[in-house]
């Protein structure tokens, strides 16, 4: 069975005591209580602590991933750090395409697919977050937003990059609301993904590509989700910034 992964985006929350001393316990914990959480985990904590976190976590199963990363190679872009920056730190994993990133920086799917190349060229693994907005699903448009946005984005890749992949669905309306999806509109856009995924790069890809759901887990909803087939793990915002909460969902 394919294992379940747990991904902990802190977007702009956590200073650098805060990070540090969360990894720190969250390593203790892990390490001398011997837990098996039976999920992989990886961390998505602000820039500046990157390389931090990615010291501590060194030779554990536990991973860094950057938030974002800028399209361009190098340059005159104040204030935007370059794939081979993360790289050169020794981060192996950057989230794009996350909704407010979208939303508050105008984010296009052009862009996105510029960030997925030049991602790939770095040899960053991509975190892709895909998504409907509430307006979208009230008009039942989910399933063909959803599409036409990996189309646009993912679906350009050729069959060779996809293993560097792990796919988010994030409904907009899930986001940082409150309001979570429930498991079965859940599974049924999972299935769907995963049908595009096949319809696309066929049988051995669409069941190997982890697909992940993200949208106001918590811990006590998380068993539910995870609980469906094509559920492969989470895309947690706020309920990753508490270490209890957190360890509460790697345990669902
Ligand atoms: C997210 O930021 O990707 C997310 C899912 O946030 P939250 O869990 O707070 O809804």
Redesign the pocket.
């Known amino acids: 069975m394919k294992k379940k992964i747990v991904i902990a985006?802190w977007?702009m929350n956590h200073d650098f005591y805060e990070t540090t001393s969360f990894l720190r316990d969250l390593l203790k914990i892990f390490f001398d209580k011997k837990i098996n959480y039976k999920k992989k985990v990886i961390i998505a904590p602000s820039f500046p602590f990157l390389q931090i976190s990615n010291q501590i976590l060194q030779g554990t199963s536990l991973n860094v991933a950057a938030q974002n990363v800028h399209q361009m190679e190098n340059g005159p872009y104040t204030g935007e750090v370059s794939a081979s920056m993360l790289r050169s730190i020794g981060i192996k994993q950057v989230i794009l395409g996350?909704s407010?990133r979208k939303k508050y920086f105008s984010e296009t799917n052009d862009i996105l697919l510029k960030k997925i190349h030049i991602s790939l060229k770095y040899g960053l693994n991509i975190i892709f977050?895909v998504g409907e907005t509430f307006f979208e699903r009230k008009r039942k448009e989910q399933f063909i937003v959803v599409k036409n946005q990996l189309e646009e984005t993912v679906f350009q890749c050729t069959s060779e990059k996809i293993s560097n992949f792990i796919i988010?669905y994030?409904p907009i309306w899930?986001?940082?609301?409150g309001e979570t999806a429930t498991p079965e509109q859940v599974q049924k856009m999972h299935k769907y993904i995963r049908t595009l995924f096949l319809d696309k790069y066929g049988e051995k890809i669409s069941k190997k590509i982890h697909i992940l759901y993200?949208?106001?887990?918590n811990d006590t909803n998380a068993r539910n989700i995870f609980s469906k087939e094509d559920i492969d793990g989470g895309?947690?915002?706020?309920?990753s910034l508490q270490i209890e909460k957190f360890l509460k969902i790697l345990l669902s």
């Not at 899930?174 to 609301?177: E, F, L, R, S």
């Not at 993200?214 to 887990?217: A, L, P």
């Not at 895309?235 to 309920?239: I, R």
């Open positions: 985006n977007k996350h407010e977050c988010a994030e899930a986001i940082g609301t993200g949208g106001s887990i895309l947690v915002g706020n309920s």
